[in-house]
């Protein structure tokens, strides 16, 4: 089970914190990644990250946003900083390339 927490409504130059929480059987979980859906367009793949500590994040976020997994209290996070109203969407975060997926944490960003 996956658990995505962290998100709110942000004025554009704030920053967040998005966490997902991972349950049990989190043994088997070998990657585990960010995704966002905004209204009426597609979900999309925004950073992810292996067991062993590769990670990724795409070109069009790179430098603002962060993904880092502590495996000792299985949680995955994103820090998202100097949001932009482009932002705007419902983070998700999935294991395994798909295999488990949260439900989302919203993230909204207007002043």
């Known amino acids: 089970q996956l658990v995505e927490s962290g998100g709110g409504l942000v004025q554009p130059g704030g920053s967040l914190n998005l966490s997902c929480a991972a349950s049990?059987?989190?043994?088997?979980?070998?990657?585990m990644g960010w995704y966002r859906q905004a209204p009426g367009k597609k979900r999309e793949l925004v950073a992810s990250?292996?067991?062993?500590?590769?990670?990724n994040v795409v070109d069009s976020v790179q430098g603002r946003f962060t993904i880092s997994w502590d495996t000792v209290w299985n949680t995955l996070y994103l820090k998202i900083d100097d949001l932009k109203p482009e932002d705007t969407a419902v983070y998700y975060c999935d294991a395994n390339y798909g295999e488990f997926w949260g439900r989302g944490t919203q993230v909204t960003v207007s002043s």
């Open positions: 990250m292996t067991r062993g500590g590769v990670a």
């Open positions: 049990g059987r989190v043994v088997g979980i070998h990657v």
